[in-house]
C-alpha cells in the first residue's frame, strides 16, 4: 500500500463532473421513452436531496390516462429498460 500519498476532494470539480452528465441522463431517458412507444415521455428533472449539491435526473413517464392504462396492463415502461 503506498505511503503518503494524500487525497483532497475537491467539491467544485466533483460538481462539474456530476453537472456534466445532464445532457447524458436526458438522452437515456429519450431512448427509453421511444423504446417504450407511443404515450412515454423523458422528464429532465435535477435531484436535490444530496450532499453536495444537485445531481442530473430523468423520469420516464407515460402521458394521459389512455397511456397510463395501457403502460399499466402491459408493463411497457417496465420492460422498455435493458
Known amino acids: 500500500m503506498a505511503r503518503g500519498v494524500r487525497l483532497e476532494f475537491n ?12 445532457p447524458l441522463v436526458e438522452a437515456e ?7 417504450a412507444g407511443d ?3 423523458a ?6 436531496r444530496f450532499r453536495g449539491g444537485p445531481r442530473p435526473g430523468a423520469v ?4 394521459g390516462s389512455t397511456a397510463r ?6 408493463e411497457r415502461l417496465d420492460r422498455s429498460l435493458p
Open 11 to 22: 467539491p467544485a470539480g466533483f460538481q462539474a463532473v456530476v453537472g456534466s452528465a445532464g
Open 43 to 48: 422528464r429532465p428533472t435535477r435531484l436535490t
Open 60 to 63: 420516464v413517464a407515460a402521458t
Open 39 to 41: 404515450g412515454a415521455e
Open 29 to 35: 431517458a429519450e431512448t427509453l421513452a421511444a423504446r
Open 69 to 74: 392504462d395501457v403502460a399499466a396492463a402491459n
